[in-house]
Nanobody
Framework: EVQLVESGGGLVQAGGSLRLSCAAS????????IGWFRQAPGKEREAVQC????????YYADSVKGRFTGSGDNAKNTAYLQMNSLKPEDTAVYYC????????????????WGQGTQVTVSS
């Protein structure tokens, strides 16, 4: 079965850190690009970190630049999102997702999604 399983969310005070993990099974990271998205109540799903298919660069949402870092360990088939200096406006459900190897920052182009993990940042 092809799936992504996220972990690492939780409740943290503003200024704190969390590291989200995204473990894949049924496929290998060598064959896909992983992106991170989030969705807050009443808002659209937005890309947090993804691979820009136009040039292969790593995209970060302006709101998280300098605070969030995406990484991966192909040997463990696991991706990570390190989130530092968290703010209350970072509160959302965070998802990792897989798309074709060229990458994308459009959530409609992702075909495998994790179940989501809640991140809540208190002020």
């Amino acid at each position: 079965e092809v799936q992504l399983v996220e972990s690492g969310g939780g409740l943290v005070q503003a200024g704190g850190s969390l590291r989200l993990s995204c473990a894949a099974s049924g496929f290998t990271f060598d064959d896909v690009a992983i992106g991170w998205f989030r969705q807050a109540p009443g808002k659209e799903r937005e890309a947090v970190q993804c691979i820009d298919s136009s040039d292969g660069s790593t995209y970060y949402a302006d709101s998280v630049k300098g605070r969030f870092t995406g990484s991966g360990d192909n040997a463990k088939n696991t991706a990570y999102l390190q989130m530092n200096s968290l703010k209350p406006e970072d509160t959302a459900v965070y998802y990792c997702a897989a798309t074709t190897i060229g990458g994308s920052c459009f959530y409609q182009e992702y075909y495998v999604w994790g179940q989501g993990t809640q991140v809540t940042v208190s002020s």
